[in-house]
């Protein structure tokens, strides 16, 4: 039962924004799982109501699956206050904010927040996943983890690099990681998309675990000029919605 549970997983995993079609042959390459198999389990996922069937035999996510994921917003401890909180953010420093979680190696955007004008990030849609050591809210919760957690994550796995300055190896990982720690905040620079930056901060839940992160992006040029008030801002507010809360923020210049 629970690798039935966990493949039907693995299905609904595989859609997305920019591929939201799956035939049963394209699942079936992509998990490397037999046909009679994948078949059967999609037509149940249809009949649950998480995969509808169209006329030319693909499929996308059903009406279950939607249902599913404005529950979990309404219903979600975090939602609700990371919303007033990126919504004055953005209002205040016109540019773009996001609430994230993790899913083992990738980092999950729960709330996305944009100025009315300026550049639109559209790799960080709502319900997008991205690999979580190139971007600063997957970095950030990554430092958040017991050293030895992290390296059984990456054991054997090779790092993708989506740009040319995202980080490539394990060790430099790790080096980034144990920064991040000392500092409190974690910077992307230019790793996740050519030209942007962004930077992160734990959120705490009320165990005092970090499961959360919160990000803002903007134009690179902008670094040199906003990355401290960026990266302030951004604790300043992390901090406001961690529960307990976090220590006071750590002064000095961003490294």
Sequence with gaps: MIEGLERATRVLALFSSDVPEWTVSDVCRELNLPKTTTWEYMQAMTGLGLLRRSARGRYRLGWRAFQLGLRARMTSEISGPARVEMSRLVEKHSETVQLTSRYRNEVVYLEKISPRTGVQVNLTRVGERVAAHCTAAGKVLLANLPPAEVRDMYDGVELTRLTDRSIGSLAALEAELATIRGRGYALDVEETIEGMCSVAAPVSNEDGDVVWS???????????????IYAQAVVDAAERLSHPKGPAPVDGGMR
Excluded at 214 to 228: D, I, P
């Design 214 to 228: 919160l990000s803002m992006s903007f134009l690179e040029y902008r670094l040199a000029t906003h990355g401290e």
